[in-house]
Structures are given as C-alpha cells and as structure tokens.
DNA sequence: TCATCACATTTGTGATCACAAAATAGAGTT
DNA sequence: AACTCTATTTTGTGATCACAAATGTGATGA
C-alpha cells in the first residue's frame, strides 16, 4: 500500500548555485502561491525531503522561513500545517493588501519614469494575450510580474516583502473554488493603475490598486467562501 | 588571545518547553529589537551557536527567520548581517510604520472594550510611572506591551507580524546614537490614542498613531541618522 | 611598499543518527 | 459496538560529521 497522501509540488528550474534549502523554499513557495496545497494540509519534513529530493535538514529550515512569512502555522503539538481560511481572516487580507499595496504604489510613483509605465503596460498586454489564448498559467504569472515591477520601482522596496507575504496567505485559499484557482488573478484594472501612473495622480492610482484587489481576489474569494461555508452548512 | 569579537545576548526567560530553535530565536530577536546589535554586525552560525549554548542546527532555524521578517539580510557569500540604515530606508520604515500601525488600529476599533481601553490606559500610566522612576528598560517594554494590546485586540491580528517586522528593522539602527536607545520608545502621544479610542473616532485614531510614530521613533531616528551622517562627512 | 600566490582557518551547507514525544493501530475488556 | 490500554510507527528535534567555498595569513617577489 502507497504512503496514505503524496504530497506532489510543481517543478521549478534550480539554477546551479541554489542551496537545499533555497531549492526546497522556492519549490513549496511556488506551490503554495498558486495554490497547489489546500488550507489545512499538513506538511511533514520527511515527506517533503523526499518529494524534493534533498536531507530533512534544508526543509526545515525552509518551513520555518515559510511559517515567519505567516504562510504555513506551526502549531502546539509541532505539527505543520496551511492555515484554514475563514471569512475574517480573508476580509482582513484583503483590507491589509489594499492599505499595503495602495501605499506602496503611492511610494513607487516618485521613481516612475515614463519607460517603466511602458514596462507595464506591455507586461499588461502580454497578460491579456496570454487570457485570451487560454494560457491561464502564463497569465497568472505575469500578474505576479506586473504587481513586482510596480512596487519593486522604488528602490528601497519595504513594502515588497509585505505584500508578498499577503499573497501567500491568501493564495492556498483561492484553491477551494476549483475553477478559480487561477482565474482570480486575472481579473484586473490595471488599465486604469497605468492611466493613473501616466497622469502622476496618486489618489487616482490608490483607487485603482484598492479595485484591482477588491474587484478581483476580493470577489472571487468571496465567492469561494460562501461555495465553501454553504457546502459546510 | 579571546576571539576577535564576541557578541553577547541579552538574557532571556527559557520555559522547559520551548526547543533550542525557539529559544536561539528569542534571544536574537530580543536583542535586535532592543538595539543591542549594531547595524553591519555579521553574524556566524557557530558563534552564535556557542554564545546561546546550543548546536548550530537550531542557529540556522533561528536565523532564517529572522531574515524572514526581514531582520537580518543574507548576503550573496550567503555571510548573514544586521542590515544597514540608510536615510531612504528608514523614511520608508516610518512611513510603512504609520500605514500599517493606522490601519490595524482602525481594524482593531470595533473590538474595542470600553475595558480593554482602561486596560491600555493602565499600561500607559505604568509606562509615565516606569520612565520618571528613570526605569527605561520597563518603559521600553511596556510601550511594546501597549502596542500590541491595542492591535491584538483585533480577533484576527493579521497586522502583528508586519509591525511586528517594522520594529525589528528599526530596532538595531536606533543603537548607534547611544543615548537614545531606550528613550526613543518613550516619547509618545498614547494619551491621545487613548481619547481617540474612547470616541471611537477612528479619524482621530489614525491621527494620533501617525504622531505617536513621527514624534517618537521619527524625530530620534532622524536625529540619530544626522548625527552618523555627519560623522562619516 | 605593494602585489601575488600558497597554505591554514573559518564558515555555511547538508546528510545522518539518536532520542523523545506524538500519532496510529490493534488487542482486549466491558 | 464502544472504550481503554499497550505496542508499533511516525514525526520533530538537535547534535555531529564531512565537504566545499570563502576568508584570512604570511611569505616571496618585483
């Protein structure tokens, strides 16, 4: 009889000159960020030493870096796992990547430079095609592109972290609608956050991050929790 | 001849429960926070290892996290050191400081007890008492204590850790200009945080916790990164 | 005085092992 | 059939060791 779950995680290239230990990071932050494990599943260091491929030692130490990016909880009984999702918490994501991420584009607009917008704006385009063409995947990641370039133009970038840490929180989650697992991140107004870039206007360039989020995870997300709480009830 | 530089660690409490990896986290997280490593410090696996009195398996748990949390920085050698201050990073560190702290503040209002409020009051007194009584070690804990009992009353503290972040960055900087140290978390406005709670003004709210922030932590920084700045000129 | 090269030391990394606690399975009893 | 207790397995933890890369040291040369 197999091991009772097999815990499987996309591929990711590993460069030459990656440790264990970044590899292993890399492989379950990925995952974890499109939403390849589900909330509750608990993670063991044997198990993923082995689906990795590397010593127990490099996954711990992953975890824990995971576990202080609030992307995985480490509970009493040591146990690891995803952290479940409830309408709180989601509500309280959200409203953090709002405030996080209006004010970090706020503070990004200074270094703006007209061939950056350009930058985005193609980087949107390329995000459009790639829906159009059905190539979710391709999509999903250059929302990600997009959303990093933007805030990653200040060049002292406090915020990204942050932000990053947000996205992980909430990417397991977005899992629970199956369809939408990839769909969410592609509704989006960045069309009016490039508008707003062009014009210098910083109000209108919090307006448009705050819909970006709301109009995009924000809905689907919770359509998903009322799919999920409805089936729990 | 002793080792060319030994750093010590600020004691701290160990229960019987807690693991080496917890323990060796404490007591380096402590220490930043409270300034007692200086910016550009480098810190070794084994020293560190030595100096809390555990192997250097739990060392390396420890440090990941701290770099995590954006605490401490690995280097491209992978060496791992205290971050340096810059004019740049530490306006963004403020200005993230007031966006998040306002935020969660607000987040935390509508759980807010008129005795959770006495509560705040309570630790803020002892904070006046502590400070005159020239007790800057307990004020500096306290005000600690009073921040995060005012965010964690939020049910959902999705915020903690990112302040929580915030301080760490800050706290080793604050040690090169020796004096201030430990007075600079006790310049502070809790007196109008705590009307602004009691009328439920979350207007006011934010208000007071941005000044609480700018005056306190803002001017002593900006004090302190002259006065380097000079030095280096 | 400065640069260069060889050698010793320090340091990060990762695999392995031993140990204890927790979870699981199974037998026995009520 | 439900419960309890015991034995087995699984799991997290931490120390140790080997290895390779980086660092530091010192002698030799121009």
């Known amino acids: 009889m197999p091991k009772p779950e097999a815990l499987s995680l996309p591929e990711v290239p590993r460069p030459n000159d990656v ?70 918490r989601f509500e309280e994501l959200i409203a953090m990547r709002c405030c996080v991420e209006a004010h970090a584009a706020e503070r990004a607009l200074p270094y703006m430079s007209d061939m950056k917008i350009n930058e985005l704006e193609m980087i949107d385009a390329r995000i459009d095609s790639a829906f159009d063409a059905g190539d979710l995947e391709a999509s999903t990641s250059l929302n990600r592109r997009f959303h990093t370039e933007l805030h990653a133009t200040n060049p002292v970038p406090v915020a990204l972290p942050m932000i990053e840490s947000l996205w992980l929180q909430l990417g397991p989650f977005l899992r629970v609608a199956a369809g939408y697992a990839q769909e969410y991140y592609t509704i989006d107004r960045h069309k009016e956050i490039i508008a707003a870039l062009r014009k210098r206007d910083s109000i209108a360039l919090a307006i448009a991050i705050e819909s970006d989020i709301r109009d995009g995870v924000g809905r689907l997300g919770r359509t998903a929790l009322r799919k999920i709480l409805g089936e729990a009830a």
Do not use: C, D, F, W
């Not at 509750?40 to 590397?54: H, N, P």
């Not at 127990?56 to 576990?67: C, I, N, Y």
């Open 19 to 88: 440790t264990s230990q970044e590899y292993a990071y890399r492989r379950l932050r990925h995952a974890l960020m499109i939403g390849a494990i589900s909330p509750g599943r608990a993670l063991t260091i044997r198990g993923l030493a082995e689906t990795v491929g590397v010593s127990p030692t490099p996954v711990r130490e992953a975890l824990r870096r995971l576990s202080s990016e609030n992307a995985l909880k480490v509970l009493e009984n040591r146990r690891i796992i995803v952290p479940e999702m409830t309408t709180q």
